[in-house]
């Protein structure tokens, strides 16, 4: 049943309340909080599970995995990271932290990301890694960058932040490059409420990523640089807790995402993300581009469904490489497009279908308003 309350881009998958309670309760009789506690070893042992990996580091967000990652480099402070310029803050700021500079290059029209062919027109002998996005989830060019990487000798990290569950051939997308990177935020489909994991492929990044996550000690002396990237035990147990409901989330985001295209998919005016169909996807953003006659139009489409309390984001705008801090003299005319026409729907598990058929019907009406004017 719809109703009047208002209905935002997302909406955080939580544990069953009495469950959790009762654990956490487990927690403070333990009074083991942090540090390696048993809650964290469990979660990573059933992520591991559940993800099909090897190797898992747990840390407290998805900023801070892409940190330690870059700091596992072991760079020339100034070497250029490759990225893509639409992506999350973070993914830039992460490269800055590091004491590294991002490059941006182009990103493909139709799947957001970007492509190994634009990436190898980039590498300098200043590159020291390669950092595509697997946006929104939806995999990159993975043997291209593979083959990159393995060509150039140049590290591979993927920043994975929204590619929870996303399988290509039966893989995990987190079992590629030498290091994936996964944000656990209470906006992803999958939550410890705050949270970020580093799947380490190439086993020769572990010691340095454990290290960098706590203070840099070893054998509890501090030896190297390092912080407090730590999980906590309380959000790990919102982990574990979430982990059990998680395939029925993304099923259900599943059924909205079809219900929106059987609405939408046919109007002229509105384009999707391509999803390649091999591809087992985790239905964690409904994005929509606005193209053609409807090309700049998006603050109409925002102002209309803000007036019907339902707040739709304009993920990802603006571009990294426009920041004031990061701004570079390119014309990234793809990404400007996109960045500039693109609006994630609204996409959760408890959305009903009214809901989906009201901003459907809303964003039809207002393009076709548009057409007439
Ligand atoms: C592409 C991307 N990378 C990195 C991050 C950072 O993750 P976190 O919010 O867990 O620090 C995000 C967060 O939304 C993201 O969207």
Redesign the pocket.
Do not use: Q
């Given at each position: 049943m719809s109703s009047n309350k208002p209905i935002y881009v997302t909406s955080p998958l939580l544990p069953d309340m009495p469950d959790l309670l009762a654990d956490i309760e487990s927690i403070f009789l333990r009074k083991m909080l942090s540090n390696n506690g048993p809650c964290l070893l469990q979660l990573k042992q059933e992520l591991q599970r559940f993800l099909n990996l090897k190797n898992l580091a747990l840390l407290n967000?998805?900023?801070?995995a892409?940190y330690a990652s870059l700091l596992a480099l072991n760079a020339e402070p100034g070497s250029e990271i490759i990225t893509t310029p639409f992506?999350?803050v973070?993914?830039a700021h992460?490269i800055t932290a590091a004491g590294l500079k991002p490059i941006f290059v182009d990103i493909d029209p139709d799947t957001y990301n970007i492509d190994a062919n634009a990436v190898a027109l980039a590498i300098t002998e200043k590159t020291a890694a390669i950092m595509p996005?697997h946006?929104f989830g939806n995999p990159c060019d993975l043997k291209g960058f593979e083959a990159l990487s393995q060509a150039e000798d140049i590290p591979l990290i993927y920043?994975a932040?929204?590619g929870f569950g996303v399988e290509m051939d039966g893989n995990s997308l987190l079992q590629f490059g030498d290091m994936s990177?996964l944000?656990?935020?209470a906006?992803?489909v999958y939550n410890t409420i705050?949270?970020?994991a580093i799947s380490i492929n190439s086993v020769g990044y572990q010691k340095d990523i454990d290290c960098f996550i706590n203070f840099g000690i070893v054998d509890a002396l501090p030896k190297y640089f390092g912080m407090n990237l730590k999980m906590s035990e309380l959000h790990a147990v919102v982990g574990l807790h979430n982990l059990k409901k998680v395939e029925e989330e993304i099923k259900n985001r599943k059924k909205i995402s079809d219900r929106y295209l059987e609405k939408l998919n046919q109007i002229p005016g509105f384009k999707f993300q391509l999803i390649a169909p091999h591809v087992k996807y985790n239905f964690s953003y409904f994005p929509i581009q606005f193209t053609n006659n409807l090309k700049g139009r998006r603050d109409h489409f925002i102002n209309v469904l803000n007036e019907k309390n339902i707040f739709p984001r304009k993920y990802f705008s603006p571009l990294l490489s426009d920041l004031e801090m990061y701004a570079v003299d390119q014309s990234l005319t793809q990404a400007r497009n996109v960045s500039e026409n693109i609006l994630c729907l609204p996409i959760y598990s408890e959305l009903c279908f009214s809901d989906v058929d009201k901003i459907s019907e809303l964003l039809i009406h207002t393009a076709q308003v548009l057409e007439d004017v």
């Open positions: 967000n998805g900023t801070s892409l992506s999350f973070a993914t992460a996005v946006v920043d932040a929204h990177i944000s656990m935020h906006t992803k705050e949270g970020g």
